[in-house]
């Protein structure tokens, strides 16, 4: 038989009595590698937030930005060159 580990934690005064954590009985998430890198949360200012009423109206309006701003083809180099001093 397997020797049970105390996975309880202890009552700290931060916590209620009714919260009582055990860890013993926890498994692991088996979706979480699906999620992994998924999900992203981003807080926006309170006067930004008031302009967007959902978080479609959010994606909307970013994916308007990602399609407007001209990207760098990768297939280009970029130009390498040195630094240009203030001096001739």
Known sequence: M????????EVSEDLRS???????KAKKNPYAARLKGRTVAVVLEPDVAAAFPTSKAVNRQL???V???????RATPRKRGGRTSGCS
């Open 2 to 9: 397997k020797r049970a580990r105390k996975a309880v934690l």
């Open 18 to 24: 009714e919260y009582s954590f055990d860890y013993s």
């Open 63 to 65: 994916r308007a930005v």
């Open 67 to 73: 399609r407007a701003v001209p990207r760098r083809s």
